[in-house]
């Protein structure tokens, strides 16, 4: 069962490492322009977070049903469902790409960047969400594709998109400059365009990365669409829509949660916004075991239920929990060792690498607990159920980091560190409630159709 497990997971890993370390470079890269220009990046980074988390909610609806009929055994009801993820596709990646560029504009003024910073900070986030619909393809089609169980295929493309948008960096963000290779002087060709170049590398990865993960889709053996119609299917949206409605209201309003808490941590100054982004990009390549089994977890539970199988489902609850709260002991652990070289790779200023540091090493601490959150979580979803996460995440949200956070910076005068701890306590809440559910069993729906449990419990 680990091996099953791991087979799925680290294909998920290896993608979110690629991931983390092109992040890692890119605010490296743009950092060596300045605070200023860190600052312009990271700025409206949590908007992004709050279109690509409502996006996702829409994939992990098909997620529920790619997944439970591959366990069935169903194609066909697999395919359909991947002909509506690429319906799905069209209509919200259009519709996002509008509605998000629209706004490029005054989203600056929204997240209260310093007026000085708000012309770059727009330009970069209009180039960045261009291609939203390759985008949104990428994000859908590769959850429909783990679902069935392929989780190379996204990984590969990943991995390409890290690589074209690396190189493109170097030959979009900088002027042409002379660098010493082998003891030799080569001339670097180089744009020159800073911040904007940063924007369109990452704009050209994307685009080619929707476009290769659309064809791979297409081409799968399994859920390929082809031959299927594109009409809207009431029996394949129905069910998605009711999983992924409250799994988009969860990411959306914990997403709107994001936007409001980086507002305020913008208003404490540019030290405090630069600080934030670099810890947000350090923080997320720990997080990358809890999510690459959450990619696990969802889809093994996900085919257990469709193949009605209790005895499998037990035995992946018994087995995730444990391997999770391990792999997070150990990335808890390094980050709170190398919280401060991490710092001092993307700022040379000292004020942002002691805080960004301070911070890091409070989160770390919190990432087992975290840890147990995203597992059930992922389970929860395999099997459909997004409700519950929906109110335990919009509880702990709004009513611990928002409202903890306005206290903390608004009445009380505190800054970054104090917002940090107002985030680990809404982390502490849902392992809290998740851990709760898990006990109890009310995640998994097979335990409840168990008929010596209906005796028990009658």
Same mark, same amino acid.
């Given at each position: 069962m680990v091996r099953v497990i791991l087979t799925l997971a680290w294909p998920t890993m290896l993608e979110q490492i690629s991931q983390s370390a092109v992040q890692y470079i890119d605010t490296?890269? #743009?950092?060596?322009?300045?605070?200023?220009?860190?600052?312009?990046?990271?700025?409206?980074?949590?908007?992004?977070?709050?279109?690509?988390?409502?996006?996702?909610?829409? &994939?992990?609806?098909?997620?529920?049903?790619?997944a439970k009929a591959c366990g069935a055994q169903d194609a066909r009801m697999a395919r359909r469902a991947a002909a509506q993820s690429a319906l799905a596709v069209l209509v919200i990646g259009i519709l996002s790409t509008v509605l998000v560029t629209s706004l490029s504009?005054?989203?600056?003024?929204?997240?209260q960047v310093e007026p000085r910073i708000r012309p770059?900070?727009? =330009?970069?986030?209009?180039?960045?969400?261009?291609?939203?619909? *390759?985008?949104?393809?990428?994000?859908?089609?590769?959850?429909?594709? =783990?679902?069935?169980?392929?989780?190379?295929? @996204?990984?590969?493309?990943?991995?390409? #998109?890290?690589?074209?948008?690396?190189?493109l960096n170097f030959l979009l963000i900088y002027p042409t400059r002379t660098a010493v290779l082998f003891g030799r002087a080569v001339t670097v060709p180089g744009a020159g365009m800073g911040v904007v170049g940063a924007a369109a590398a990452s704009a050209a990865a994307f685009t080619w990365g929707g476009i290769r993960i659309t064809w791979a889709l297409w081409r799968h053996p399994v859920i390929s *669409?082809?031959? +299927?119609? !594109?009409? @809207? /299917?009431?029996?394949?949206?129905?069910?998605?829509?009711?999983?992924?409605?409250?799994n988009m209201l969860q990411r959306f309003g914990t997403s709107l949660g994001y936007v409001a808490f980086a507002a305020m941590i913008n208003s404490l100054g540019e030290a405090a916004t630069a600080a934030h982004t670099i810890a947000n990009t350090v923080e997320s390549a720990f997080y990358i075991p809890g999510y690459g089994m959450q990619t696990a977890?969802?889809?093994?539970?996900?085919?257990?239920?469709?193949? &009605? /199988? +209790?005895?499998?489902?037990?035995?992946?609850?018994?087995?995730?929990? @444990?391997?999770?709260?391990?792999?997070?002991?150990?990335?808890?652990?390094? !980050?709170?060792?190398?919280? *401060?070289?991490l710092m001092g790779i993307f700022s040379s200023s000292g004020e942002v690498v002691t805080l960004g540091a301070t911070v890091l090493r409070m989160v770390a601490v919190s990432e087992p607990l975290y840890g147990v959150s995203i597992i059930v979580e992922g389970m929860m979803m395999g099997v459909g159920k997004t409700k519950t996460p929906f109110v335990y995440n919009i509880i702990g949200m709004w009513c611990v980091r928002i409202v903890g956070t306005f206290l903390c910076i608004r009445l009380l005068g505190l800054g970054l560190v104090a917002a940090w701890g107002c985030m680990i306590a809404h982390n502490v809440l849902l392992f809290a409630l998740y851990l709760i559910s898990f006990v109890r069993g009310t995640w998994n729906p097979l335990r409840e159709r168990d008929p010596r449990q209906t005796e028990r419990s009658g």
């Open positions: 490296a890269m #743009v950092g060596a322009l300045g605070t200023q220009a860190t600052a312009a990046v990271g700025a409206t980074s949590t908007v992004g977070w709050l279109v690509f988390n409502s996006i996702t909610a829409f &994939g992990v609806g098909f997620l529920g049903i790619i504009g005054v989203i600056p003024v929204w997240m770059t900070a727009s =330009r970069y986030f209009l180039i960045l969400y261009l291609p939203l619909l *390759p985008r949104t393809a990428s994000i859908i089609f590769g959850t429909a594709l =783990r679902a069935a169980g392929d989780t190379r295929t @996204p990984m590969k493309v990943g991995v390409w #998109v890290n690589c074209i948008n690396v190189v *669409p082809r031959g +299927q119609t !594109l009409r @809207p /299917d009431p029996l394949i949206l129905r069910p998605c829509l009711r999983v992924a409605l409250p977890a969802a889809t093994l539970t996900g085919n257990a239920y469709g193949a &009605g /199988d +209790q005895k499998r489902m037990k035995a992946l609850t018994a087995m995730f929990l @444990p391997v999770e709260v391990c792999l997070m002991c150990v990335t808890g652990g390094a !980050l709170f060792a190398t919280a *401060p070289l």
